[in-house]
C-alpha cells in the first residue's frame, strides 16, 4: 500500500505562485514516475506534470508550459509542484499520482496507480 499526501495548496491572486508538496510512503520501493493531474469543477480530470523517478525527464501539459517546475527528491520521496504566474483557469483541487507499473510519463489518468487525496488551489482573479 501506498500513501501520497500533498501539501502547499491555498487561495491566492493571479500572478503569484505556490509550491505543492507530495510525500509517498509505504510500500514503494521504486517507481516510473511520479505527478501531478488537476480537476476543476463540472470538468474532467486533466494531467498536469510528471517526472521519472530518476527526476531525469520531465512531460508537461501545454497548459502549464513555461510556468510550472516539476521536481523530485529522491532521498525524501517527495514530488514538488513550482507552480508561478498562476491563473484563475489553473483553479482545481490538484492530486500527487505514481506510476509504478507502466512507465512512459503519460499523460493519461489510467497511466497511474496510485493517488493522493487532493489539495485545493484557488486563484482569484
Known amino acids: 500500500q501506498v500513501q501520497l499526501v500533498e501539501s502547499g495548496g491555498g487561495l491566492v491572486q493571479a500572478g503569484d505562485s505556490l509550491r505543492l508538496s507530495c510525500a509517498a510512503s509505504?510500500?514503494?520501493?521504486?517507481?516510473?514516475?511520479m505527478g501531478w493531474f488537476r480537476q476543476a469543477p463540472g470538468k474532467e480530470r486533466e494531467f498536469v506534470a510528471a517526472?521519472?523517478?530518476?527526476?531525469?525527464?520531465?512531460n508537461y501539459a501545454d497548459s502549464v508550459k513555461g510556468r510550472f517546475t516539476i521536481s523530485r527528491d529522491k532521498t525524501k520521496r517527495t514530488v514538488y509542484l513550482q507552480m508561478n504566474i498562476l491563473k484563475p483557469e489553473d483553479t482545481a483541487v490538484y492530486y500527487c499520482?505514481?506510476?509504478?507499473?507502466?512507465?512512459?510519463?503519460?499523460?493519461?489518468?489510467?497511466?497511474?496507480?496510485?493517488w493522493g487525496q487532493g489539495t485545493q488551489v484557488t486563484v482569484s482573479s
Open positions: 499520482v505514481v506510476d509504478s507499473l507502466r512507465g512512459g510519463l503519460g499523460q493519461d489518468p489510467g497511466s497511474y496507480d496510485n
Open positions: 509505504g510500500r514503494l520501493f521504486a517507481a516510473y514516475a
Open positions: 517526472v521519472s523517478w530518476s527526476g531525469g525527464r520531465t
